[in-house]
């Protein structure tokens, strides 16, 4: 079965850096492209990044870029999201993500999220 597993968020300084990563398992991973999103409390969840299966493109969310950088590492079958800059409007639960093709339509895959929390 598909799992996605996030690992590196916590609590940092306004002006810090994160690094999260997704473990991936019970797809090809290299065939699919990544994507995280982020919910902050009270919001809906949204896109961050997304990158295509080799990795030779990525996208991101106007407010994050030039900021964080998505990446993959298709030999470890691992997503990561380097955060620079943070700042408390960047506090919310990041989701790893993948969107898989099935016999009929599709499906959006999560993670359990992880919590990045950036203090003032």
């Known amino acids: 079965q598909v799992q996605l597993v996030e690992s590196g968020g916590g609590l940092v300084q306004s002006g810090g850096s994160l690094r999260l990563s997704c473990a991936a398992s019970?797809?090809?991973?290299?065939?699919?492209?990544m994507s995280w999103y982020c919910q902050a409390p009270g919001k809906e969840r949204e896109l961050v990044a997304t990158?295509?299966?080799?990795?030779?493109?990525?996208n991101y969310a106007d407010s994050v870029k030039g900021r964080f950088a998505i990446s993959r590492d298709n030999a470890k079958n691992t997503v990561y999201l380097q955060m620079n800059s943070l700042k408390p409007e960047d506090t919310a639960v990041y989701y790893c993500?993948?969107?898989?093709?099935?016999?009929?339509?599709?499906?959006?895959?999560w993670g359990q999220g992880t919590q990045v929390t950036v203090s003032s």
């Open positions: 993500n993948v969107n898989l093709p099935l016999r009929l339509g599709r499906r959006d895959y």
């Open positions: 019970g797809f090809r991973f290299s065939t699919y492209a």
């Open positions: 990158i295509t299966s080799a990795g030779g493109g990525t």
